[in-house]
């Protein structure tokens, strides 16, 4: 999960990514923050599903299938989680938020 969210940041163009772990009583917390260009507003609500990129205007020849997020959201399901995508502080790009129980 953490692989697949460096190398999507990584691919978008981020320098710095920064991620967290916390654990509460009942759940841990990764957030995954950048410093790219963050999601564009009209992917905010798609990026999680399969074959979804962030630039239209990609050349086919450049890595990469849109699958990375839907993996990860995939996984993050599987173990009863939830995610969460926004753009923003602390870094000023993509922030990924991941919820998963603790039992």
């Known amino acids: 999960m953490i692989a697949n969210l460096a190398a999507n940041s990584a691919a978008e163009g981020a320098t710095a990514l920064r991620v967290r772990v916390t654990r509460g009583r009942r759940y841990a917390m990764l ?4 410093d790219g260009p ?3 507003p009209r992917l905010l ?10 630039d239209d205007t990609r050349r086919r020849d450049r890595s990469g ?30 922030v990924v938020t991941v919820r998963l129980p603790l039992d």
């Open 31 to 34: 957030e995954a923050a950048d």
């Open 38 to 40: 963050g999601f564009p």
């Open 45 to 54: 609500n798609s990026a999680l599903e399969r074959f979804v990129r962030g």
């Open 65 to 94: 299938s849109g699958l990375g997020l839907s993996i990860v959201r995939a996984v993050v399901i599987a173990h009863g989680g939830t995610i969460r995508l926004r753009n923003g502080e602390p870094l000023g790009g993509a």
